[in-house]
């Protein structure tokens, strides 16, 4: 199994950036999708952004054109860059490695974008 901890995360305020992280427990060069997932209080878990293990990368209408996602195999770790934070950007942010037999999720990083 793979672990997967998240961190960065922090109180912004609105028009900030803050840049998460999502360092595994092993070599996620083999892994082929990593993914962002975020979960307001009250709200249902949302996808945020994808990133294959080719590089191609996908987001969630809220947040395309904000927010970047990477990977670094040589670290281990997948990055979210968020730019022009929003209130509603506010959530627990997730980090998921998609393997073939199953799925790990990271324990969240809390993101408050308040002024």
């Known amino acids: 199994q793979v672990q997967l901890v998240e961190s960065g995360g922090g109180l912004v305020q609105p028009g900030g950036s803050l840049r998460l992280s999502c360092a595994a427990s092993?070599?996620?060069?083999?892994?082929?999708?990593m993914r962002w997932y975020r979960q307001a209080p009250e709200k249902q878990r949302e996808l945020v952004a994808t990133?294959?293990?080719?590089?191609?990368?996908s987001y969630a209408d809220s947040v395309r054109g904000r927010f970047t996602i990477s990977r670094d195999n040589a670290k281990n770790t997948v990055y979210l860059q968020m730019n022009s934070l929003k209130p509603e950007d506010t959530a627990v942010y997730y980090c998921?490695?998609?393997?073939?037999?199953?799925?790990?999720w990271g324990q969240g990083t809390q993101v408050t974008v308040s002024s």
């Open positions: 998921r490695a998609d393997l073939v037999a199953y799925v790990s």
């Open positions: 092993r070599s996620i060069f083999t892994i082929d999708t």
């Open positions: 990133i294959t293990s080719r590089g191609s990368t």
